[in-house]
């Protein structure tokens, strides 16, 4: 790859020298690598896309010689800027590291950090295996960014997270030395578990090069329902009611009423027959088909008690029809504002209700356009605020409301992050979660980790007002035809 020098820095010089061939100084790529999906932009002096293992090491060794800042990259799909290099510095894009293999015997996978996740997902299933983590964003996000956000989805409420599937990691300490988390095996108890202290550290604690996942059995078959319910603490309930009759869906989703009425006001037409503006399930079972058709009947049944409508598909092109509706409330409400947050806070299943009836009143005590659909098997529930940047009092307002939800989320017992990380977009409320002796703690690791501070500095700890940033109006090449947080169906 060729690059055009555009600072004479000795770390510039030493990089180019060095690693010359993957290192990229072209505005084009400087611009590209400068943002993530939060799109707010902060320029880096070189982009370096490594194709060999080694080249990770020697690009950190100069880093920490020549002090400068390293921010690593998988696809850049992060919501909360977590991926954009704050401090300027290389980006170290391991976008082009995307070899994998399956041992079909041992259910396992061996990837490159830069494998995108669907990918994988589809070679599994070409020999009955499952890799069920499935972030919306898995059509374009890479294992290695999984990793390093712990990302969940929307199976999650039966087969958890990225960290559920994670045998071994491979990569890099931030000060360059090559080390390995783990192994290939299903169980280990040797030693600290710094694997599990890297999943989730968002590029801040080390750079992950190679990535070691056990993988499932692929269920036989789904079935998929679409319910109303006469209220949002009836539809909240089903993550209690199902498991007492012993159903364990693997997708539960709930759209609050406002989002409902967005999404019908967008398409011009009731979601369900004869019912308007009612919060809905959206409920998937798979496994096993005899299986799958048992609990299909029991969950009718509790269907017909509980929800005012529903709908069973009874085909693949009618599942999708249905997985449409849930798909749909993020582009409907985008329809509304310049301006979207989505908050993935999660709560303990019980205080859902709660969470939700706070939401509905700041809409109205604040007078903001405020939706909530997500992962309610899993309490991780998506708030979406919606404003005009412009309206300075709209903006304000929404400002207040966020900082409100926040502190209502710890007081339920909750996390202001259930799967997108703190990045910038969030360390202003990272402090309500961490007593001192926490907080402490944990920079106590990173300083130990990263001496020099080289990696991803500026996140999580550092207090950010992303407020007073005006994001970038440019896509990421994934970006055409995606809307946020849609569930993207293989
Ligand atoms: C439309 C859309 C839908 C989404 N849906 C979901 C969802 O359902 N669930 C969910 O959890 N998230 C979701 N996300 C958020 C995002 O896709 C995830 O956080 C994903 O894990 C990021 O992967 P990436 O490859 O894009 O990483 P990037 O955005 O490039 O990086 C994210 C973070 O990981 C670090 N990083 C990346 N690669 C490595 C590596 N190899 N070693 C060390 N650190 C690394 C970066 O430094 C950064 O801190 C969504 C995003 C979008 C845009």
């Not at 006469?230 to 009759?245: G, Q, R």
């Amino acid at each position: 790859m060729s690059g055009e020098i555009q600072e004479s820095g000795a770390g510039l010089t030493a990089l180019l020298s060095v690693l010359g061939e993957v290192v990229s100084t072209t505005e084009d790529d400087l611009r590209r690598a400068s943002f993530d999906a939060m799109k707010l932009a902060f320029p880096p002096e070189a982009v370096v896309t490594p194709t060999a293992e080694e080249q990770v090491g020697q690009l950190l060794v100069l880093a920490n010689e020549f002090q400068v800042p390293v921010t690593t990259r998988g696809a850049g799909s992060s919501l909360t800027g977590s991926a954009a290099p704050l401090k300027g510095g290389w980006v170290l894009d391991l976008s082009r590291m995307n070899a994998f293999s399956i041992d079909r015997d041992e259910r396992v996978c061996v990837a490159q950090a830069g494998v995108v996740v669907a990918d994988l997902q589809a070679e599994a299933e070409e020999v009955e295996l499952f890799y069920p983590p499935d972030p919306s964003s898995k059509k374009f996000c890479t294992i290695g960014g999984n990793v390093a956000c712990n990302a969940g989805g929307l199976r999650c409420v039966k087969y958890g997270v990225t960290r559920d599937y994670v045998r071994a990691l491979a990569g890099f300490l931030p000060t360059g030395e090559k080390v390995r988390w783990g192994r290939a095996t299903r169980k280990f108890a040797t030693g600290y578990n710094l694997r599990d202290l890297w999943i989730g550290s968002e590029g801040t604690l080390g750079v992950v090069t190679e990535v070691t996942l056990g993988l499932a059995l692929k269920p036989a078959c789904r079935r998929t329902f679409l319910a109303a319910f006469p209220d949002e603490a009836t539809a909240l309930e089903a993550p209690f009611a199902l498991p007492a009759l012993g159903l364990q869906p693997s997708i539960l989703e709930f759209l609050d009423q406002w989002t409902v009425s967005c999404v019908e006001s967008f398409t011009g037409k009731t979601v369900l027959d004869g019912v308007s503006g009612l919060p809905l399930l959206l409920i998937e079972l798979d496994g096993h088909p005899a299986q799958v058709e048992e609990s299909a009947e029991q969950l009718t049944s509790w269907l017909e008690k509980t929800a005012v409508a529903r709908r069973i598909a009874a085909s693949e092109e009618e599942a999708e029809e249905l997985w449409e509706v849930r798909r749909t409330g993020s582009p409907a409400m985008r329809k509304l504002a310049n301006t979207k947050l989505n908050e993935d806070v999660v709560v303990p299943l019980r205080r859902q209700v709660e969470l939700v009836s706070f939401v509905n009143l700041l809409r109205e005590e604040r007078d903001l356009r405020i939706g909530t659909f997500g992962h309610c098997g899993d309490g991780n529930l998506h708030v979406n605020f919606m404003y005009d940047r412009e309206d300075e009092n709209e903006a304000e307002r929404a400002r207040v409301a966020l900082g409100e939800l926040m502190k209502k989320v710890v007081e339920l017992g909750g996390a202001i992050s259930g799967e997108h990380g703190i990045g910038l977009a969030k360390t202003e409320f990272a402090p309500l979660m961490f007593n001192d002796a926490e907080w402490e703690t944990m920079q106590a690791i990173k300083r130990t980790l990263d001496p020099n501070g080289i990696l991803n500095p500026g996140k999580l700890f550092h207090a950010f007002r992303p407020w007073e940033q005006v994001p970038v109006n440019e896509t990421l090449p994934w970006e055409h035809g995606v809307e946020e947080c849609q569930p993207i169906k293989s």
